[in-house]
C-alpha cells in the first residue's frame, strides 16, 4: 500500500507562524489588572431598576400612554411622590411639555393593541 501524502501545505511561513496582531484583535482581547478582570463599557449600578408587572384599569392605562414616550418614568415619579421618597432623578422625556408631559399622539398614530 502506497504511503499518503500530508493533508495539505501549511499557510504559513515556517520562519513565522504567529498570526499578524491586528487592532481587531487587541480590541476583542480581556484586559486584566493582575488577575482581576477589567471589564469595559458602562459600569454596573449599584441599584439597578427592578421589573413588576402591575394591573391598571383600561382608562388609566389610555391616559397614561397618551402621555407618550417616556409615560413609565412618569409613573414612578408619582409613586415615589406619594410614597414620600426620593422622587426620580431623570427629568421629563425628550419633548415633553414645561409641564413634564408631552402632547397626545394624533389619531390613527402611536402604538396600537389588538383587541382581546
Known amino acids: 500500500m502506497a504511503k499518503k501524502s500530508a493533508a495539505g501545505s501549511s499557510i504559513l511561513d515556517e520562519a513565522d507562524d504567529a498570526p499578524e496582531l491586528t487592532d481587531a484583535f487587541f480590541a476583542a482581547a480581556t484586559v486584566r489588572d ?5 471589564r469595559r463599557g458602562r459600569p454596573k449600578l449599584a441599584a439597578p431598576k427592578q421589573l413588576v408587572t402591575i394591573r391598571f384599569p383600561a382608562r388609566t392605562l389610555e391616559r397614561l400612554r ?3 414616550r417616556g409615560w ?7 409613586v415615589e411622590k406619594e410614597l414620600g421618597g426620593v422622587v426620580a432623578t431623570t427629568d421629563a422625556p425628550k419633548g415633553a411639555g414645561s409641564d ?8 390613527g398614530r402611536g402604538r396600537r393593541r389588538a383587541a382581546a
Do not use: E, N, S, T
Open 66 to 68: 397618551a402621555l407618550g
Open 100 to 107: 413634564g408631559h408631552r402632547p397626545a399622539p394624533a389619531a
Open 72 to 78: 413609565q418614568g412618569v409613573v414612578v415619579k408619582a
Open 34 to 38: 493582575g488577575d482581576k478582570i477589567v
